[in-house]
DNA sequence: GACCAGGCACATC
DNA sequence: GATGTGCATGGT
């Protein structure tokens, strides 16, 4: 079978098993971006207490995080692990977003999709995954967000090799589905909440929806 | 108590 | 260019 009819064969009967899942899980397109940077590593459980500690502050702006000084913003965000390390890497987005943008999300998101990608890699504390996920769930554009379920799942699956890298994968994608960002934002949706459930580095395949005909792993 | 979570930067070979 | 390590909390 071709990779593009395992990719959609994948999607529809995930979306079929559970549905639509109504990602990403925050409010504004701020919120998206400091969820993407929170959640880096980190169960996302922890990252929404962090994310209610900056909102009771009513830090949750760029203005509110412009202002906060580091290390009062690393225990708001403490819960979310990694906190000196998060709270830099929230200083240095904010620094992109006022030096390039004038503070304006608005203007960030007019760029070209390539431009803007390019621009928030550059940014320190935010790579692919993280650069994509602002892409797709913040700005809308269609980009397919790349994490470690969505290698495992389809390795064991059998449609990766074991040592494929972040582009590789995203290529697999891109050049098999059609650029659609709802698509985009519900399949990628869709591999968390199946990786979740059932595919764990331990893997529990017991009443996994792809268990038989798509994925024969164990 | 070990394992894991919606990564990334940096050092070292 | 590949491989290893630090960063850290909280749930299972």
Known sequence: MKKKDVLLKVYNRLYKTFGPQHWWPGET???VIVGAILTQNTN???VEKAIANLKAEGLLSPEGLRGVNHNYLAMLIKPSGYFNIK????????EYLYKRHGGSLKKMFSLDMKIL???LLEVKGIGPETADSILLYAGGYPMFVIDAYTVRIFQRIGLLSEDVTYH???DTFMDSLSHDSKM???FHALIVRLGKEFCRPR??????PLKGEICGYQ
């Open 184 to 186: 985009f934002n519900e």
């Open 29 to 31: 397109p701020f919120e």
């Open 168 to 170: 590789e994968v995203q």
């Open 44 to 46: 996302w459980g922890n």
């Open 117 to 119: 990608r390019h621009e």
């Open 87 to 94: 709270a830099g890497r929230l200083k240095h987005f904010i």
């Open 203 to 208: 893997p529990r395949c017991e009443g996994c």
